[in-house]
Nanobody, 123 residues
Framework: QVQLVESGGGLVQAGGSLKLSCAVS????????MAWFRQAPGKERDFVAA????????YYAESVKGLFTISRDNVKNTVYLQMNSLKPEDTAVYYC????????????????WGQGTQVTVSS
């Protein structure tokens, strides 16, 4: 089992920045992929970014490439999502997720989920 706890959400003005954190605990997760998804009201849960824990390689949705940065801290066992130049359309609940080995962009491929953290971007 892997436990995920997100934090760092909040209200920010358009153009601002926010950094989300996901504390990871449980079984050995060095072979895991950690990802961020987001879900706006009435919409599907969309892939945002992912990172391979051991290698540190990353992958981003086209809509956030160059704006968001995913990273991980091996000592703190924490995954981060730095979000810059935020827009109202970035408003959503952001979820941390985990699966083994391969990066996937479908939410259905992930086995473990956090409870989510709300991000609201005002215009």
């Amino acid at each position: 089992q892997v436990q995920l706890v997100e934090s760092g959400g909040g209200l920010v003005q358009a153009g601002g920045s926010l950094k989300l954190s996901c504390a990871v605990s449980g079984r050995t997760f060095s072979t895991y992929v950690m990802a961020w998804f987001r879900q706006a009201p009435g919409k599907e849960r969309d892939f945002v970014a992912a990172i391979k824990w051991r290698a540190g390689s990353t992958y981003y949705a086209e809509s956030v490439k160059g704006l968001f940065t995913i990273s991980r801290d091996n000592v703190k066992n924490t995954v981060y999502l730095q979000m810059n130049s935020l827009k109202p359309e970035d408003t959503a609940v952001y979820y941390c997720a985990a699966r083994r080995v391969l990066i996937q962009t479908s939410a259905h491929e992930y086995d473990y989920w956090g409870q989510g953290t709300q991000v609201t971007v005002s215009s």
